[in-house]
């Protein structure tokens, strides 16, 4: 079935460090999402790649989808504290089941 | 609008042991999928269904069966409890198989 690779799997930053995740599958995705599940929480959506290179933002988050849609990244600009948690890709392939990646946790400490 | 609501939120059972988990979603959604997440395995999906009498196994439904009577409910039944069932157990659903996911807070299952 389809794979997809997150990594890393783990960050600790100091507070106000850029954190970068990135995802990477063999395959050609449809699109990709992003969620973020708080320690104890539950995964909650952030957003949707669906174009090639496409690039959007939200606030300190940036997410990148590959030219070949087989990557992308979540980039998090002078994390704050309220950044905690982990952080999940989750692609569609050629199968249309949406596969999760293992996730980043990202811990960040004042 | 309540969104996704699982219960319970907590359950301990003995090995051999069934249980039902359940799910509704008031958000008229289509899609609906059980997943569960074990440390350092991400979410892997157990089974979904793409609308009400039509369900689907994902990469991990040996244990678990699921129906789809009606557009709002989707339970997840485990027939024989099993340690390796010792997990947390996310309801989900969306409009379609490619939209957002709208997650039910979770139910951490002990099997003992």
């Known amino acids: 079935g389809q794979q997809v690779m997150q990594i890393p799997q783990y960050q600790h930053v100091q507070e106000g460090e850029d954190f970068t995740t990135y995802c990477n599958s063999s395959?050609?995705?449809?699109?990709i999402q992003w969620y973020k599940q708080r320690p104890g929480g539950h995964p909650v959506f952030l957003i949707q790649?669906?174009?090639?290179?496409e690039v959007k933002k939200q606030k300190r988050l940036t997410f990148q989808f590959g030219e070949a849609k087989k990557n992308s990244s979540l980039h998090i600009t002078a994390t704050q504290t309220t950044d905690v948690g982990t952080y999940f890709c989750?692609?569609?392939?050629?199968?249309?089941?949406?596969?999760f990646g293992t996730g980043t946790r990202l811990q960040v400490t004042l | 609008n309540a969104g996704v609501t699982q219960t319970p939120k907590f359950q301990v059972l003995k090995t051999g042991q069934s249980m039902t988990l359940q799910c509704a979603q008031d958000?008229?959604?289509?899609?609906m999928s059980w997943y569960r997440q074990d440390p350092g395995m991400g979410l892997r999906l157990i089974h979904y269904?793409?609308?009400?009498?039509?369900?689907d196994q994902g990469e991990v439904p040996n244990g678990y069966n699921v129906s789809r009577s009606t557009t709002e409910d989707f339970p997840l039944r485990l027939l024989s409890a099993a340690p390796s069932q010792t997990s947390v157990y996310f309801c989900?659903?969306?409009?379609?198989?490619?939209?957002?996911?709208?997650f039910g807070n979770g139910t951490r299952l002990t099997v003992t």
């Open positions: 269904s793409v609308g009400a009498g039509i369900t």
């Open positions: 958000m008229n959604h289509e899609y």
């Open positions: 790649l669906v174009k090639s290179g």
């Open positions: 989900a659903s969306s409009f379609g198989n490619n939209s957002p996911l709208h």
């Open positions: 989750a692609a569609t392939g050629t199968a249309s089941k949406l596969t």
């Open positions: 395959t050609t995705l449809s699109n």
